[in-house]
């Protein structure tokens, strides 16, 4: 790898199995919008993956639901340190199906380890009839194995 230069990416790209990993550990990652008048936005979330598929959720009175009701293109953003770094490009598609936003919910208290009265108050907070569930439709993942990026510069 050290013959290779720097300029050659392919060489620090993730796997399948390394770009999913990378998204699970992350537990959450930062989404991008376009506001109305153009100009990026983005913000942190909490994510989970149910069924292979990736999942966040708002409040429907968000400024990043009402720019995804205009424009569904997104770009989502994932880091762990040593391991690397995934932007997932696609779109978003709003979900409605209560049984599916409730595994959603779950999921999500599942990845903070809530169990009993607290995992049942969290639930019934953000189970409401403004909370919106957000699928990512994933277009191209960029990725990069930071993990890689060390070696190839001391080798």
């Not at 409730?102 to 009265?117: E, T």
């Amino acid at each position: 790898m050290a013959e290779e230069p720097m300029e050659n990416l392919a060489l620090f790209k993730l796997t399948e199995e390394e770009t999913a990993d990378v998204i699970k550990q992350a537990g959450g990652g930062t989404v991008t919008w376009l506001r109305r008048d153009g100009h990026p936005a983005a913000a942190y979330v909490q994510t989970v993956v149910v069924d292979g598929q990736l999942y966040t959720t708002s409040t429907d009175d968000r400024g990043k639901n009402k720019a995804w009701r205009r424009d569904p293109r997104t770009a989502w953003v994932f880091d762990v340190p040593g391991k690397g770094g995934v932007t997932v490009l696609g779109r978003v598609q709003f979900e409605s199906d209560p049984a599916l936003k409730m595994r959603v919910y779950n999921a999500m208290a599942d990845a903070v380890n809530l169990k009993g009265a607290p995992r049942e108050k969290f639930i019934d907070h953000i189970n409401t009839s403004g909370r919106e569930v957000m699928r990512m439709i994933a277009d191209k993942y960029v990725t990069l194995h930071t993990g890689k990026v060390g070696v190839a510069m001391v080798s």
